[in-house]
């Protein structure tokens, strides 16, 4: 433990300097998963893990933690944003506000606030990446922006795509060899999704992946009537998983449109609901897995996946907004395990005018933050959603810039949802324990190797709970509800955990509380 921390501040000497004259590098990114002193990406590394060395903070001494501070950003609503710290610096995102703070005393350091050029249909903002001295993030009227990470000027901005049809940019991008890999959202809408890769220094697009193939595309085919395609959606709601061995990026890619009328869209309706394997350098796809072929209740593959090896087989897992997790062998490509995770209920039966009740519903299941994966425990962690509702088939009309659900959705009482948190075997799938929270459990999940797992809930409270058991052995309310990233990092020999708290969502989730970070430590 001591030797950890001992090197993580050794290295934030080296990383501060590093800052001032740009940063991380590469060959940081590519360390990012043994880097203590940093989180360098939503994830924390390429293969989307979430795992943390550090130890300082652990079972025996978590009942004393203490906060430090905390940093508003000024800009309330939904608030779903990770932080990422390099060089002492936490990086924090809401709908228009991009600020950097110190990441021991929350001192604001700059600020930046984007003010959009076209409609805005959503407003959520996952968070930014970092590379030699830029920080990039999307926006909700479906730009591409880059700003200077020590002094957050703007340095250049570039329009996606057209939000006035519905598109956005709500996943935090990565970056990898100077590439930023972004992806439109918006499939509730009726868009036709795209997955891009842009040149980090000048923004110029490097190549384009349709994720609703047409024409000669492989898996047209799976769209029986053509001319749905326009309309067929397909979103990348959250962030990216790259394997840097293979080169090998990993997309999840959302719900097919319209949500509630299969019949429209008949076929399996290729790339939706599906983790697309693609050549990072070229965007060519490599192989892909469809999760729910011909979706009918919203069911997005939303989160990132996880990719690990686990007993010399080298696994890709993935959470689904229909209740399970999905895992596969990538050697084989064949699936190794499928485990629910919340209530599953008339899962098969397709929306009819009459309505039929199905679990989970349209907000249920693993929602944007997916798997976590603790390589000691050969463990998976999972947060989701117990919310079940009736869906109804409805009128089918397209109306650009509207939403194009083709029926409805009508949900319990919010009164009534719940969440879980499921330890898996890594291998098998088989779950190992589950914890059942009172709300949604829809923030980051972060294993340690002090035997934690971080995380919070919808009712604003910061929870750790041990990883063996589940038994939650901290809880601290925030004064907010909490749906964003919970980091860790150590910072001059101490290790601090930041979280994100203040999703308000006063309709569908019935949350309360402003934008904010707050950062733990020992007293």
């Not at 519905?166 to 509730?188: C, E, H, K």
């Not at 429209?264 to 050549?279: E, I, K, Q």
């Not at 409270?461 to 990883?467: E, G, P, T, W």
Request: hydrophobic letters at 35%; aromatic letters at 12%; a neutral charge.
């Amino acid at each position: 433990m001591r030797g950890s921390i001992l090197k993580a501040a050794l290295f934030l000497g080296l990383a501060a300097g590093s800052a001032l004259a740009g940063g991380p590098t590469q060959e940081m990114l590519d360390n990012a998963a043994n880097d203590t002193s940093n989180w360098l990406m939503y994830n924390k590394d390429y293969l989307a893990q979430r795992y943390s060395s550090l130890d300082q903070i652990n079972t025996s001494n978590v009942a004393s933690l203490k906060k430090v501070c905390t940093y508003a950003l000024g800009e309330n609503g939904s608030f779903q944003s990770s932080p990422i710290v390099y060089g002492g610096v936490l990086y924090i995102t809401s709908q228009h506000v991009t600020a950097a703070i110190n990441a021991t005393n929350c001192k604001p350091l700059w600020r930046y606030t984007y003010k959009p050029s076209g409609p805005e249909p959503f407003t959520t903002n996952r968070g930014v990446a970092i590379y030699d001295g830029v920080v990039v993030r999307g926006t909700t009227d479906a730009h591409l922006i880059a700003l200077n990470s020590s002094t957050g000027k703007l340095l250049w901005n570039v329009k996606v795509a057209d939000s006035s049809k519905g598109y956005f940019l709500s996943a935090a991008p990565i970056v990898w060899n100077g590439m930023i890999f972004i992806g439109t959202a918006g499939a509730d809408w009726g868009v036709h999704g795209e997955m891009y890769a842009y040149d980090i220094k000048s923004g110029q697009r490097l190549w384009t992946f349709d994720v609703i193939p047409t024409g000669n595309q492989p898996g047209a085919d799976t769209w029986q009537k053509a001319e749905s395609t326009t309309t067929g959606g397909g979103s990348m709601w959250t962030s990216f998983t790259l394997d840097p061995q293979t080169g090998l990026l990993y997309v999840s890619v959302g719900n097919p449109a319209p949500d509630f009328a299969p019949e429209y869209r008949p076929g399996a309706n290729l790339y939706t609901d599906s983790v697309v394997v693609l050549d990072a350098k070229t965007g060519q796809l490599s192989h892909y897995y469809q999760q729910i072929p011909n979706d009918s209740h919203d069911w997005d593959t939303a989160a990132a996946p996880v990719v690990y090896d686990s007993a010399g087989t080298h696994y890709m897992a993935v959470g689904t907004k229909g209740g399970y997790v999905f895992g596969y062998d990538e050697g084989s490509k064949q699936q190794s395990f499928k485990t629910a995770v919340t209530t599953i209920l008339n899962a098969d039966v397709k929306p009819t005018p009459q309505g039929v009740r199905s679990c989970p519903g349209t907000l249920g299941g693993v929602e944007w933050n997916g798997p976590a994966y603790d390589p000691q425990m050969e463990t998976l962690f999972v947060p989701s959603v117990d919310w079940c509702g009736v869906y109804k088939l409805g009128e089918v009309r397209y109306v650009q810039g509207q939403l194009f659900f083709g029926g409805t959705n009508v949900l319990d009482p919010s009164s009534k949802a719940r969440g879980w948190i499921v330890a898996m075997d890594a291998k098998t799938g088989q779950p190992i324990w589950r914890y059942h929270a009172p709300t949604p459990m829809v923030a980051a999940v972060t294993p340690t190797a002090g035997g934690l797992l971080f995380t919070g809930d919808l009712n604003g409270d910061f929870l750790a709970l041990d990883s063996k058991t589940g038994k939650v052995l901290y809880r601290n309310p925030t004064g907010g509800a909490m749906a964003g990233g919970i980091v860790t990092y150590a910072q001059n020999g101490k290790q601090y955990v930041a979280a994100a708290s203040g999703n308000a969502s006063r309709t569908i989730w019935n949350t309360t509380g402003n934008a904010k970070v707050v950062i733990y430590a020992l007293p």
